[in-house]
């Protein structure tokens, strides 16, 4: 049997787990993989292989700034708190949403509304992490973020381009943490132009010259002694210019899609990231985050919140529908949510504020069963009164949908294992 | 080489130094060479008989190279290299350490490396605020040689706008948590990681869950909070030592007050208010009663930590530094000590942190101490594999972003403000300036060890394809390679000029061999001159510190 590692996966232990990373591989090259070396972290590696065959993907829409609950999914005509957002009916009888997201209401059996979402952490960054890692952020431990986590799982470490993209940057986002800058997110800020850096200033002809006289003076470097670090730039620079050359790198540019397909995304900056997400995935990339931002309404609350669906809500919905047409809906989990909710009580300004202890969250695709709500909020928004579903249950899900098991545990850089998820349960009637 | 002696150019900084120190005749002291070959005997007594040659001694230009880079953070010019090469004194590494620990640049250098120990583990991500400040306060304290007690003491005992006093930094960055402010004060000043006790009494550690709460009942009474009638937005470490009704902690869990001592949480009831935690100093046991006002704890507490009888401020300096001078620590990860850790050369590491302590922490005497060792002067290998012996080469270190942002400049001729242009092109939003811009690409925590820090692709993308690098190697510029090969119309003497700019050294046969051919193979001077200057720039080389 032979095993692909994973060569950003070698995670390093240091003396107080016995094996540091050059031991470990080279334990696992001595003893083969059926011995009994396999304790803790590559029987993921065998795993993860046969994921890749699946196709598992993710596209995780974070409205950043924190969306507010009564003006998107769990609106409260009835109550002063409610305010003048209305409920419309969706395409699954007996739910209803905000007025504010109408071409969502039309492919809401495909979408499974979380509206008991809760967490303690109301400041931005903080709370941002928290949802993106299942942890708040210590000095100590530098945690993955769940792109990363999920593309060190589930992709494969041959593929040309990167495993996991992000759409603009956001504050708390994290990145690759204890998994090494391998993990780390490949950052587009532009989703409508080719992503920066990547095309080549002269003719393909001398760019291969250039590399190749790099390629000779390097190996005449590495015999006078820094062989590894030779190796290893050798390495990163094959598979950066594998990438800028490879006929996928397409895949970044939305301009190739058809003007029918283009307008049913709609114009915003969020529908080229939608847009551009789907194309991705549909190249092979297992993450891509794709944020909007601008959600922080602590004044004039229902205007701009009205405006900001509006900008999320045609992409959102033609991004399901595409994905469904293509068939790719089924082993690609759509996740569309922010930092926390906002604040029952209208403010002075008609703005709302930070409230963490009970928002709404939307999963699609990846096995989730569409047209289904979990939760349910008092009539005034102030607390959850059915099924709480907290941060780490969240995670928890998102990795079942992806097949990732949450309680995989990295190391961090002192040797202390850390789990994927720390605690919190599967959704499990997402998926029923 | 006659060629170079015959330009017109300004003195060099190592040409003017050698002349004023022949003058002076002054040596690098007494003690730090005494120390250095002591370092070096117990080194050596330490592996008998060794099972692996040692590297040899690094050769002159390397030497010139890595020092430069170590001490200012900048690749040495071309005249620096020509000027050091033909000094003949046998006191010239010496003399080359203390020129440069005496140019600004040191502090500068210095200071950026600890702002990164700092800010890379920032919780608040506002810290970056006080980021100038810090920079500018902790490169007056290394270029004024305070000690290292009196630099980790002004982090301890800080208050005050983060815009103006940059020792707030180390608060500012964990928002003035207690637990968090503790655990890195532990973690940085004492190499010792006692927050992995913070929740539970660690297996392996002999540190209890209620010693990191001792330690933090220093802190309670410090707070961050923000000033928004400031011209520019700020926060401002502040301190309570009065008792108020209310907790005030809103929605958004943020701490604008401290309180007046420090709880440990109940781990089977969160919401129960906890045990009263008396301020205890857990190396010494040392302890404060409750009730003491916060300029007493924290002033007391850095009392403590850099007296001489906690042998951890002193370790954990000397490890750190140590470990980028030579490119490995006797503790890995470098901020990971302690009694219940295994050090590679104990009885090394013992002595050099205890003449440090004599020394009263001088910064200076250090650097100039490890780098007129043996151990620092050897040629660099990859690092070792675990099994090996230790510290017989030096090793290959990754440049730092502000490290490589300073070496692109000089070896393309660029100004500074030239990244700022394409900055749109470099693809980050934060930053700002076009080195904080550079450092967000190719910053890394200084902290995290050395094996783990790999390149990743973007950078890669950058240096191979940046607009400003690739306008940086035109041939059509005025300066930068356009000048140099106008001034060296030959192909060999501009290929040699072009070594000693980019990589401070000239070209081995075989390297001046590849190149010629390529030279002659692409046939247009310029074009294979760019070339060369591009594959030069991106070469394993440029990026690392031999």
């Known amino acids: 049997m032979t095993v692909t590692f994973h060569h950003q996966a070698e995670v390093a232990v240091n003396r107080h787990n016995v094996v540091r990373r050059r031991d470990f591989l080279r334990t696992i090259a001595c003893t083969g993989v059926a011995a009994g070396a396999t304790g803790w972290s590559d029987m993921l590696t065998l795993q993860a292989a046969e994921l890749r065959k699946q196709g598992k993907a993710c596209i995780l829409l974070w409205l950043a700034g924190a969306p507010s609950q009564f003006e998107t999914f769990d609106p409260k005509p009835g109550h002063a708190n409610g305010g003048e957002t209305k409920a419309i009916a969706t395409s699954v009888s007996g739910i209803q949403i905000a007025h504010t997201l109408p071409h969502t209401a039309n492919v809401m059996d495909k979408v499974c509304l979380i509206r008991s979402m809760n967490s303690r952490e109301g400041a931005h960054a903080r709370a941002s992490y928290l949802m993106h890692t299942g942890y708040l952020p210590t000095a100590s431990v530098k945690y993955p973020t769940l792109g990363s986590n999920v593309a060190h799982q589930v992709a494969d470490p041959d593929f040309d381009l990167p495993s996991f993209v992000r759409v603009g940057g956001i504050r708390g986002g994290a990145d690759g943490g204890l998994l090494g800058v391998g993990f780390n997110p490949f950052v587009l800020n532009d989703p409508s132009r080719p992503p920066e850096n990547t095309a080549i200033t002269t003719t393909s002809d001398r760019y291969q010259r250039r590399l190749g006289l790099l390629g000779r003076l390097d190996h005449e470097y590495a015999t006078n002694g820094p062989q590894q670090e030779v190796k290893n730039q050798g390495e990163l620079y094959e598979k950066a210019a594998k990438m800028v050359l490879s006929p996928r790198m397409d895949a970044f540019d939305i301009q190739e899609e058809s003007e029918a397909t283009r307008q049913a995304y709609g114009e915003s900056q969020f529908a080229s990231g939608c847009l551009l997400a789907r194309r991705l995935v549909e190249s092979g990339v297992t993450f891509v985050e794709v944020n909007s931002t601008g959600w922080d309404t602590h004044a004039d609350n229902a205007e701009r919140t009205t405006e900001l669906c509006a900008s999320i809500d045609q992409p959102y919905a033609a991004l399901l529908r595409d994905l469904e047409e293509r068939g790719m809906l089924q082993n690609t989990m759509v996740v569309l949510m922010g930092e926390f909710g906002r604040t029952p009580k209208i403010n002075a300004r008609n703005g709302r504020d930070h409230y963490p202890r009970a928002f709404s969250a939307a999963l699609a695709g990846g096995g989730v069963r569409g047209g289904q709500v979990i939760g349910q909020t008092s009539p005034d928004g102030a607390s959850i009164t059915d099924r709480p579903v907290g941060v780490t249950d969240m995670l928890r899900t998102i990795c079942h949908g992806l097949g990732v098991n949450a309680d995989h545990e990295n190391m961090s850089s002192i040797g202390r294992p850390i789990k994927i998820v720390d605690g919190g349960d599967v959704v499990t009637e997402a998926f029923a | ?546």
């Open chain 2, 1 to 546: 080489m006659s060629s170079l002696l015959q330009r017109d150019r300004r003195l060099s900084r190592v040409a003017c130094t050698l002349l004023m120190l022949v003058a002076s005749a002054a040596v690098a002291e007494d003690s730090a060479l005494k120390t250095a070959t002591e370092v070096d005997r117990l080194l050596a007594a330490r592996v008998a008989p060794p099972p692996a040659p040692s590297a040899g001694r690094v050769d002159d230009p390397t030497f010139l190279r890595r020092t430069f880079l170590d001490l200012v953070g900048e690749l040495p010019t071309a005249d620096d290299v020509l000027a050091f090469s033909l000094d003949d004194s046998p006191e010239k590494r010496n003399k080359l350490v203390e020129t440069l620990l005496a140019d600004s640049a040191f502090g500068e250098n210095w200071g950026r490396y600890w702002r990164d120990v700092i800010l890379y583990r920032r919780t608040e991500e506002r810290a970056l605020i006080s980021r100038v400040a810090l920079t500018d306060f902790l490169a007056k304290q290394f270029n004024d040689n305070a000690s290292w007690a009196e630099i980790a003491t002004s982090f301890m005992t800080a208050t005050g706008n983060i815009r103006e006093n940059g020792a707030t930094a180390l608060i500012m960055a964990q928002s003035g948590m207690p637990e968090d402010v503790t655990a890195e004060v532990s973690r940085i000043f004492l190499g010792i990681q006692i927050q992995c006790a913070q929740c539970h009494d660690h297996p392996t550690d002999r540190w209890k869950r209620e010693q990191f709460h001792q330690l933090a009942a220093f802190f309670p009474r410090i707070a961050i909070r923000p000033d928004r009638n400031a011209e520019q937005p700020t926060f401002h470490v502040v301190v309570n030592d009065q008792p108020f009704r209310f907790q005030r902690r809103n929605n958004n869990n943020n701490r604008y007050r401290g309180t007046l001592e420090h709880r440990m949480p109940d781990l089977a009831d969160p919401s129960a208010e906890g045990q009263l935690m008396q301020p205890v100093f857990f190396v010494t046991g040392s302890t404060l009663p409750s009730g003491t006002r916060d300029a007493d704890r924290r002033n007391t507490l850095a009392e403590w930590i850099t007296a001489p009888d906690n042998p951890w401020f002193a370790k954990a300096y000397v490890n750190r530094i140590w470990s980028e001078l030579v490119g490995e620590g006797f503790y890995e990860p470098i901020d990971d000590l302690g009694p219940d850790r295994e050090c590679s050369a104990p009885e090394t590491l013992d002595y050099l942190a205890q003449r440090f302590a004599d020394s009263g922490y001088d910064t200076k005497w250090l650097f100039r101490t490890i780098m007129a060792t043996d151990a620092y002067q050897l040629e660099s290998r990859s690092r070792r594999d675990y099994d090996e012996v230790p510290f017989r080469a030096n090793c290959p270190q990754r440049l730092r972003g502000d490290q490589l942002f300073d070496a692109l400049l000089s070896a393309l001729d660029l100004e500074s403000r030239t990244p700022q242009r394409s900055r749109g092109a470099m693809g980050y939003r934060r930053g700002g300036d076009p080195r904080s811009t550079f450092n967000l690409a190719f910053g890394y925590d200084p902290s995290d060890p050395r094996v783990e820090i790999g390149g990743s692709i973007q950078q890669a993308l950058v240096m191979m394809n940046a607009p400003f690098i690739n306008q940086g190697i035109s041939a059509r510029r005025p300066d930068g390679l356009g000048a140099l090969l106008q001034a060296n119309p030959q192909d060999e003497e501009a290929l040699v000029e072009l070594y000693l700019k980019v990589l401070a050294r000239g070209p081995s046969p075989t390297e001046k061999q590849t190149c010629l051919d390529y030279i002659r193979q692409v046939g247009e001077r310029h074009e294979a001159f760019e070339d060369i200057t591009w594959s030069l720039i991106n070469s394993t080389e440029f990026i690392h510190r031999n």
